[in-house]
């Protein structure tokens, strides 16, 4: 099947949108790429904990890697033509196939050998150098996309060509090694619609091998229009293994990209007035926080362990902000109450931190979540929100984070976790990767 034809079935819909890999028809080299390559840690202001902690693979666990890369478009612009498949391979290759000698090969026939991981110069940021990078991992989320919904079709692609085209004569395409793509766009006219509709927008990637594997559908959610919620429903226990036992669970993974609260006029995503009951973003927010709970909530109730990662746009407590957490105006404290007693409960808080108030919403559902840094590390002060127009390390909050389902945490499946808190990693971005390794 050519990849114009692997391309036909891509948009099943207008705001949820799916993009397979092209077909795995490349030669695979012997050639042997690189490892990880883990940026060296950057001078900073901070007292912080050693260089961020890698994320290696391992059998029977998946490594979710999360990302804000506020716009796809620094990923994809000045992006070099699209060179013949064969352009990747050893210039032998290509001579001896045309049955010509090798010794005929041009002086530079070896130009294309950077290492895997690296990009090569004046390439562009390059989400597969990332992947290839961290070894890669079976899922990463990103959050802003940036992509009006009218460019969906042309742009999505060319995501994915990004993501599964060779960097170089090193790097071998296989189903360990190719990705595909759902992307959830928004498509509230009246709510989304700041920089011509080029805002907000999540994508979830997933290996090849593991989507066919384990994933039995990846879906949006029917109470958000405005492309911030994407969940993937894994498929449960294997043959021979004890379904009803809780630690084979199956694992619902939700990427999150939550609302930013502002005083900015919330409006009826059909009427367009200023919404009556829901007045501003602020009103938005924390109605995203029980809309994203009961999501939570009943994907438990079906018999799933939850996960949830992405930019929360929360700060829980003081050791989350940098040099100070931000309490004006109060609204944001009063945001941060809502969040923490809707997500965690009282042993988490407290372990966390957490900003609660002066009591907990008692009449409030809780999903009693594990913020899982805060579990694994304490208090430790490791950031994901770095402004790039601020000296690094200078003003800096934890906003993006991954919390999962109690049951989870206490069968011991949630491996590790960690913050890649580097300029290097953060790139165009202001804000920088996350992980976390679980067991399947």
């Known amino acids: 099947m050519s990849q114009k ?91 001896q196939k045309s049955g010509t000698s090798s010794t005929d090969a041009p002086p530079n026939a070896n130009r294309l050998r950077t290492p895997l991981g690296q990009v090569p110069s004046g390439s562009p940021h390059s989400l597969r150098a990332f992947l290839a990078r961290h070894n890669w991992p079976e899922i990463l989320f990103l959050q802003e996309l940036k992509i009006k919904p009218q460019d969906g079709p042309a742009l999505l692609p060319k995501i994915l060509s990004a993501l599964n085209n060779p960097l170089n004569a090193a790097d071998s395409v296989s189903d360990h090694r190719t990705y595909t793509l759902n992307a959830v766009l928004p498509r509230d006219k009246h709510n989304a619609k700041a920089f011509g509709g080029r805002l907000y927008g999540v994508g979830t ?76 973003r602020h009103d938005r927010k924390l109605v995203f926080h ?36 931000r309490i004006f105006p109060e609204q944001h404290c009063l945001n941060r109450v809502d969040f923490n007693t809707k997500f965690f409960g009282e042993e988490d808080n407290k372990r966390a931190g957490a900003y609660v108030g002066t009591q907990y919403e008692k009449n409030e559902k809780c999903l009693d979540a594990l913020d899982v840094f805060r579990a694994k590390y304490g208090m430790e002060k490791r950031y994901t929100y770095y402004p790039n127009h601020r000296e690094w390390g200078s003003s800096c909050d934890r906003v993006d984070m991954v919390f999962v389902s109690k049951q989870l945490w206490d069968d011991g499946r949630v491996i590790d976790t960690g913050i890649l808190d580097t300029p290097q990693e953060r790139g165009p971005s202001d804000h920088v990767p996350f992980w976390v390794k679980v067991a399947l």
């Open 5 to 95: 034809d692997s391309l036909s079935h891509l948009y099943a819909t207008t705001n949820h949108q799916e993009v397979s890999p092209p077909p795995l028809k490349r030669r695979r080299l012997t050639q042997t790429p690189s490892l990880a390559l883990d940026s060296p840690r950057a001078s900073s202001t901070l007292q912080t904990a050693g260089q961020p902690r890698s994320c290696s693979p391992s059998k029977n666990a998946i490594r979710v890697f999360s990302w804000n890369i506020n716009g796809i478009n620094a990923f994809l612009s000045s992006t070099p033509p699209a060179r013949k498949i064969t352009s990747y391979f050893p210039e032998s290759t290509k001579t």
């Open 205 to 280: 990637i997933m290996r090849t091998d593991f989507a066919r594997k384990w994933v039995a559908t990846v879906r949006e959610v029917d109470w958000d229009i405005e492309g911030r919620v994407s969940v993937i429903e894994m498929r449960g226990a294997p043959e021979g293994q004890d379904g009803d036992d809780p630690a084979t669970k199956p694992l619902a993974l939700l990427n999150v990209y939550a609302v930013n609260g502002t005083t900015q006029p919330y409006r009826d995503p059909l009427a367009g007035a200023v919404h009556p009951n829901c007045p501003t």
């Open 290 to 325: 029980s809309l994203l709970r009961d999501e939570c909530l009943s994907l438990e109730a079906r018999g799933f362990s939850v996960v949830v990662a992405g930019d929360v746009n929360i700060a829980r407590g003081p050791a989350d902000g940098h040099p100070n957490l």
